[in-house]
């Protein structure tokens, strides 16, 4: 189906079959006659649709039933104000771990509630690296993490137990790894990646700490509106919900979590080998926070960077070009990134490499003969 390898970082490539199954249910959604953007969110079909994906959601990554599994909208950017909202409780402040440029987000739309401490930062080094060695106060609200940062090609693979509660933006690895969801007092993670399409924002949530919130929040960004009312406080995002849906079941198909991670590995170790081997580029990011989701690098020389991005464009490799503000490449890898393109993409690596070198040999050549 598709005739493009899609690296993007997000919104992403998904499984071809569930782009088949979601354009046919466009047009007739289950043989009800119906496009599935023209059904109710309160029809029994698509009530249905909801506790599927809530239960798949539960299934794949272990989800505690002291939890909420919650879907919003809004994307992961309004939970970077929703999260102060409701626990940034004004005596005290929050703990936030600055490891890019969504946490650096996050930061500045929680300080419009409160006080925030910024824990540690690897901002000194363009932030190639996970900082560790930190300590939140004791009485901070909350410690924020950013579990995958997307930019920057770093990935947390050790959560601290700081003893206060853990907020953490998941949204470029959810699902692409097996997660303790008990290490976590609420999860968040726009959908855009290993879920499924852009429109719905997945929130899992520990009750007691929803339940500790003691003042007045308004409804759309209060969290226990939407447990209390199945998501189903205002129209979800029915769509995007649904995709969500076809994009678990696959998953879930597929081997799971567990499964799905082994083959992330292997995809990611295949291309930072390349990196490291190949002479024309250097990886960014700190070896030991290397993320298995968004892989970043640079080439040793402006001109090499055109080329190389240049010759991929013109065979169907998208989405390598990395994010505008730090420049080099970006190539994702998420779940439904079949394991060929890494490889087309290695063996495309491997031959520019030698296209250079004879460049570079050639005039030396023509002068000795
Ligand atoms: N956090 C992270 C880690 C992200 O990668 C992104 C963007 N993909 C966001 C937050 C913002 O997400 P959204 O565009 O859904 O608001």
Known sequence: MYKKHNFGAGPCILPAEVMEHAASAILDWNQTGLSILEVSHRSPEFEGVMIK???L???LLNVPESYAVLFLQGGASTQFSMVAINFLKKANSASYLDTGFFAQKAIKEAKLFGSVD???SSKDKSYSYIPDHYQPCADAAYLHLTSNNTIEGTEMFDFPKPGLPVICDMSSDIFSR???VRDFDLIYAGAQKNLGPAGMTLVIAKNS?????DHPVPSMSDYRV??????MFNTPPVFSIYVAMLNLIWLKANGGVGAIESLNKKKAELLYNEIDRNTLFSGTANLAHRSRMNVTFTASSPEIEGRFLDLATSLGM????GYRTVGGFRVSLYNALPFSSVEALVALMKQFEQQIILEECLPKTVFDS
């Open 53 to 55: 994906t809530e239960r």
């Open 57 to 59: 959601v539960r299934e």
């Open 118 to 120: 910024i824990v540690a």
């Open 178 to 180: 097996e997660i303790n």
């Open 209 to 213: 700490f929803l339940d500790s919130v």
């Open 226 to 231: 939407y447990r209390d009312n199945n998501s």
């Open 318 to 321: 998208v989405g390598i070009k």
